[in-house]
């Protein structure tokens, strides 16, 4: 009877079993399909208790869900098994296709081991395939890649029998869609997280915008950026409402632009320094007035992580007041204080600036300076010629002349070109520009320009000092140090030394041309000056000194000052006074 109705208990197993599978795609979350999972046994599959024991991250096996019984639900859900002991009870017992069927003759072993579950005791069966309340039924569920994602367990068959072939089958059958089911649930949950997750992180991101622009757009000091690499490096991409008011142009102009149009011609090296390596800067950028303000930029370069550097921040500080203060405080520093001339200091500085160690070489004239330089192409009569010059010598011997016009060790001898320039005496090359002292003798002038030093000293100023006091003597000094400065040149210097003398550098003059300025100077000193409607009158002294490589400054000062007092004592003390 039992082999007759065998073909309608499949067929309502499979209904069942359609029914069941099918609610398990209702499920949505992940605790949904596990009890779904569960639920679908006890309704579809005969079985009155049933448990889904879910693998957790590290292996170990938990009760997820069960179904059938309260009590035991209450019992054991929540509790944990070790994925050691499970692997043993997966190897145990017998076999069914892919189930694991374990007798209660052969569990008495497990009954100390760590996992949940809530067999009791009961008799021994009457017939050979009757279940018994110690035999354990697992379904094994894998992931695709083969990974354990959870082991089903059955028991307590409605038909108190051990499931025969039909039932196994769809056992089976049931923990393969139960695995694809958690799977998706998994996957599907994952998904919730992620995007969740990434929600979140785009609302951060969103507000870190919003703080970034706030903080660039209403920043204090000028903000900017600008693009980094490529044919537009350096463009201005975006710029805040300070930087468009320290240069005075609209963000939409500033934009066509780079700093490097900006910057102040004399800057752009420190600019392209800054630009290639980040850090800071102090220049000076121009506004659309035409002047420019000094500011410091202080750079960042924002770089993507897959990319590479792609925009400059820039941060644009105006310290147009500090410069200022600065400039001021060098100026005093170098700068006298009541004439507003260069002080000592400074004088020496530039002087300083114009010598070198080197003693200077002797003069040649043009002349000679051409004869020297192709006496080795002149043949015999040019060498003859040369016998008597003061380097002579023999061949082979320190400084003798080789047969063609050299020395034997092989280098020209050194000789001055025409205009000051001395040879270089420790090798073929000279990049210094050397000063040269010209001839004073008249008759012997060469044409030789070099740096007049014309040393000043006021004459009859004491007496002016003390009948009229300081405030008279001050202006008068005032009004001198005006008189001279608009008697020299544009690239001249007049500097004050202390007290009424004056220092005056002129380059380019040969020895008449600076004859010629100390007269033009002089006279232009000795007209009354006017002090609070009073006319008093100065005279001048001066003495021509020559700057010369080799000499030091205060060597060229010294002998300046030599001559004037030698021009002074020359004259009578009344001649003086009239200049």
């Keep these: 009877m039992e082999t007759e109705s065998e073909p309608y208990v499949r067929l309502a197993t499979l209904r069942q079993l359609h029914r069941v599978v099918a609610e398990l795609n209702t499920a949505r979350s992940l605790a949904d399909t596990l009890q779904t999972v569960v639920d679908g046994i006890v309704a579809g599959l005969g079985y009155e208790l049933a448990c889904v024991n879910l693998v957790r991250p590290d292996g170990d096996l938990v009760v997820a869900a069960f179904a059938g019984d309260p009590a035991a639900e209450a019992l054991i859900t929540g509790r944990v098994g070790s994925r050691g002991s499970w692997e043993r009870r997966l190897t145990m017992g017998e076999d069914w296709d892919g189930l694991r069927f374990i007798p209660h003759t052969e569990g008495w072993v497990l009954m100390e081991d760590d996992v949940p579950q809530w067999h009791t005791e009961g008799p021994d069966p009457r017939f050979a395939d009757e279940w018994h309340p110690e035999d354990r039924l697992y379904a094994p569920m894998y992931a695709s890649g083969g990974e354990?994602?959870?082991?089903?367990?059955?028991?307590?068959?409605?038909?108190?029998?051990?499931?025969?072939?039909?039932?196994?089958?769809?056992?089976?059958?049931?923990?393969?869609?139960?695995?694809?089911?958690?799977?998706?649930?998994?996957?599907?949950?994952?998904?919730?997280?992620?995007?969740?997750?990434?929600?979140?992180?785009?609302?951060?991101?969103?507000?870190?915008?919003?703080?970034?622009?706030?903080?660039?757009?209403?920043?204090?000091?000028?903000?900017?950026?600008?693009?980094?690499?490529?044919?537009?490096?350096?463009?201005?991409?975006?710029?805040?409402?300070?930087?468009?008011?320290?240069?005075?142009?609209?963000?939409?102009?500033?934009?066509?632009?780079?700093?490097?149009?900006?910057?102040?011609?004399?800057?752009?090296?420190?600019?392209?320094?800054?630009?290639?390596?980040?850090?800071?800067?102090?220049?000076?950028?121009?506004?659309?007035?035409?002047?420019?303000?000094?500011?410091?930029?202080?750079?960042?370069?924002?770089?993507?992580?897959?990319?590479?550097?792609?925009?400059?921040?820039?941060?644009?500080?105006?310290?147009?007041?500090?410069?200022?203060?600065?400039?001021q405080l060098a100026h005093r520093a170098s700068h006298d204080a009541l004439t507003g001339l260069p002080n000592s200091a400074e004088l020496r500085a530039r002087l300083g600036a114009r010598l070198c160690g080197r003693p200077q070489s002797v003069r040649a004239t043009a002349v000679e300076v051409l004869d020297a330089a192709f006496e080795g192409r002149e043949g015999g009569e040019g060498r003859e010629a040369r016998a008597g010059h003061e380097r002579s010598g023999t061949r082979g011997e320190p400084g003798g002349a080789g047969e063609h016009g050299f020395p034997a060790d092989g280098y020209p001898e050194p000789f001055e070109y025409p205009g000051g320039v001395p040879g270089q005496a420790d090798g073929p090359y000279d990049h210094h520009v050397h000063t040269v002292a010209p001839v004073t003798e008249p008759e012997a002038d060469d044409g030789t320009k070099g740096l007049a030093v014309l040393f000043c000293d006021l004459d009859g100023f004491k007496s002016i000092n003390d009948r009229f006091g300081h405030h008279t003597g001050d202006a008068v000094l005032i009004e001198v140090a005006r008189r001279l400065t608009t008697g020299v040149r544009d690239g001249d210097t007049v500097a004050r030394l202390g007290g009424d003398e004056f220092v005056v550098l002129a380059d380019g003059l040969?020895?008449?041309?600076?004859?010629?300025?100390?007269?033009?100077?002089?006279?232009?000193?000795?007209?009354p000056i006017r002090v609070d409607g009073r006319a008093v009158r100065v005279g001048a002294s001066f003495g021509i000194g020559w700057a010369s490589c080799g000499m030091s400054a205060d060597e060229v000062l010294r002998s300046a000052d030599q001559r004037m007092y030698i021009e002074k004592r020359s004259r009578s003390k009344a001649h003086r006074r009239a200049g």
């Excluded at 998994?186 to 997750?197: G, P």
């Excluded at 805040?240 to 066509?256: H, K, M, T, Y």
């Design 148 to 327: 354990l994602l959870g082991v089903i367990s059955v028991d307590r068959p409605r038909n108190g029998r051990r499931p025969g072939a039909w039932g196994r089958e769809a056992l089976q059958m049931y923990a393969f869609q139960a695995a694809i089911a958690i799977s998706n649930a998994r996957l599907r949950a994952n998904m919730q997280r992620a995007l969740v997750r990434l929600e979140r992180e785009q609302q951060a991101l969103r507000a870190s915008e919003e703080s970034f622009r706030q903080a660039f757009e209403y920043a204090p000091s000028g903000m900017a950026i600008a693009e980094m690499g490529g044919d537009q490096h350096g463009r201005l991409l975006r710029t805040n409402d300070a930087l468009c008011r320290l240069l005075g142009r609209p963000a939409s102009v500033l934009r066509r632009y780079s700093f490097s149009d900006l910057v102040h011609p004399e800057d752009i090296g420190t600019l392209l320094r800054t630009s290639a390596e980040g850090g800071r800067a102090e220049l000076r950028l121009g506004r659309r007035d035409g002047t420019y303000v000094w500011v410091s930029l202080r750079n960042s370069v924002v770089a993507d992580a897959a990319d590479g550097p792609r925009f400059l921040l820039t941060h644009v500080e105006d310290i147009e007041e500090r410069k200022r203060h600065e400039l």
């Design 510 to 527: 040969g020895a008449a041309d600076a004859a010629d300025l100390a007269v033009r100077l002089r006279n232009a000193i000795i007209p």
